[in-house]
């Protein structure tokens, strides 16, 4: 637990840094409409940082932020632009041509450079984990001094009311986009960039009224969406930022579902109408698992498998008792193997961190150990599987009967509710 916390400490505060200044530009996206605007400005930031890098400039240095920020305020100076051309053209169509023109201009650089392919990878996802204490305190005050600096003259009304003040509002809008934007792209990527931009502001959208209650209800989102994140990024190994963008989609789905039960009048009938959705779905669920089974038991059967890794009691349903001792015969040996590879990759890792290589006979005798324990442990796997396949291949029609019928168990009846709703209407009138 001190370890994770170490590791991910200093992401989640940058995290919360770039969800408090970047919901404040969301919530001005989302009042023009320009929902793209940030993905265009990431990519014409991520070209330049591609450029700089083919001149020999190295990420995060300054030669690479002055040729994505010169990019950005290029784009932004085309956004501005686009208020002349809008008339018969959307003005987000506009803002999708840049964007395409920027990432395939990233392409073409980047197919000239031998790591062209994990340079794209660092441009979308980013890697948030190897943010420094020295970033934060930069772009802290940035973000503060930008943001601060936009709400100010946007209430003093120095951002519109001619045509002229208009003309610059929106570039000065988006210039302050820009140099957010390209500092954050040097951060987080574009992809995790445009989540802390429109998901937050779009559950405070969602949830409020008045512009800082919006915002509130964003970085409460959005700091719980990161540290969902990272968390799953560190228990499951995955990719950091690739998993924080999937967190803020499902806190974005979350949220959405809960909103009607939020502000619905009549709490109870919507809560009703969940559980009998969520009732109906399962039902469905089960009954597809069902016929798929029957229809090809040796097939993956991902239902099946998610409920014997909770319960796995429920083999007995279509296992014989050797059957099941055999599989978990071969799932303890599997277990075994991966240990002992795990075990020879930390006794490398360790002699690496440490200073002391190992020699290269004994890296020569952990790749071919390594090797041999993974091929034993996928032939242990393969017995799980073939096990499994037969016992599902011979009571194919009894895991239809018993899906159905649960299938039918758990579906809502009408009748039931109709009465049930009838009931409750009577006491309402009664007690009135």
Not at 3 to 11: F, G, M, R, T
Not at 71 to 83: E, K, M, N, Q, V
Not at 110 to 127: F, R, Y
Not at 206 to 232: E, F, K, N, P, Q
């Amino acid at each position: 637990m001190n370890e994770a916390l170490q590791l991910l400490w200093l992401p989640f505060a940058a995290s919360l840094v770039l969800v408090m200044a970047h919901a404040y530009f969301g919530l001005q996206v989302l009042a023009r409409k320009v929902i793209f605007v940030d993905l265009a400005l990431a990519q014409a930031a991520a070209l330049g940082a591609t450029l700089a890098f083919l001149l020999g400039h190295a990420p995060q240095t300054a030669g690479s932020y002055a040729w994505s920020l010169l990019f950005a305020l290029g784009a932004s100076a085309l956004l501005t632009a686009t208020r002349f051309w809008a008339g018969r053209i959307p003005q987000e169509a506009l803002i999708g041509v840049i964007y395409v023109v920027a990432a395939a201009a990233a392409f073409l650089l980047v197919d000239k450079s031998p790591q062209g392919t994990e340079h794209i990878k660092q441009m979308l996802t980013g890697n948030i984990l190897t943010v420094a204490e020295r970033d934060l305190f930069i772009v802290t005050p940035l973000y503060a001094a930008i943001a601060g600096l936009h709400a100010w003259a946007s209430h003093r009304g120095w951002l519109g009311g001619t045509p002229a003040r208009e003309l610059l509002g929106d570039f000065t809008f988006y210039a302050c986009f820009a140099v957010v934007v390209t500092s954050s792209v040097a951060l987080a990527g574009v992809l995790l960039v445009f989540s802390f931009l429109i998901i937050p502001a779009a559950i405070g959208v969602l949830y409020a009224a008045h512009t800082m209650h919006r915002l509130a209800i964003g970085w409460v989102a959005g700091a719980v969406a990161s540290a969902g994140g990272l968390a799953a990024s560190y228990m499951w190994d995955l990719s950091t930022g690739a998993a924080m963008v999937c967190a803020f989609g499902v806190v974005l789905a979350f949220a959405g579902l809960l909103r009607p039960l939020a502000f619905a009048r009549r709490r109870w009938h919507v809560v009703s109408r969940g559980v009998a959705v969520l009732r109906w779905g399962l039902a469905g669920l089960l009954a597809g698992s069902a016929l798929w089974w029957t229809a090809a038991p040796r097939a993956d059967q991902p239902f099946p498998d998610t409920l014997e890794d909770l319960a796995p009691s429920v083999r007995i349903v279509y296992m014989s008792v050797r059957e099941i001792a055999a599989i978990d015969e071969a799932a303890a040996y599997a277990e075994r193997y991966r240990q002992d590879g795990e075990r020879l990759n930390a006794r490398e890792a360790e002699s690496r961190w440490s200073g002391r290589p190992l020699s290269d006979e004994t890296v020569r005798k952990i790749s071919s150990f390594l090797q041999s324990y993974n091929e034993m442990r996928r032939g242990e796997e393969f017995v799980q599987r073939e096990i499994r396949a037969q016992a599902r291949e011979r009571n194919r029609w009894g895991g239809l009967l018993v899906g159905a019928g649960l299938a039918i168990l758990v579906a809502p009846r009408y009748r039931h509710g109709w009465r049930l709703r009838q009931t409750m209407a009577a006491r309402l009138l009664k007690a009135r």
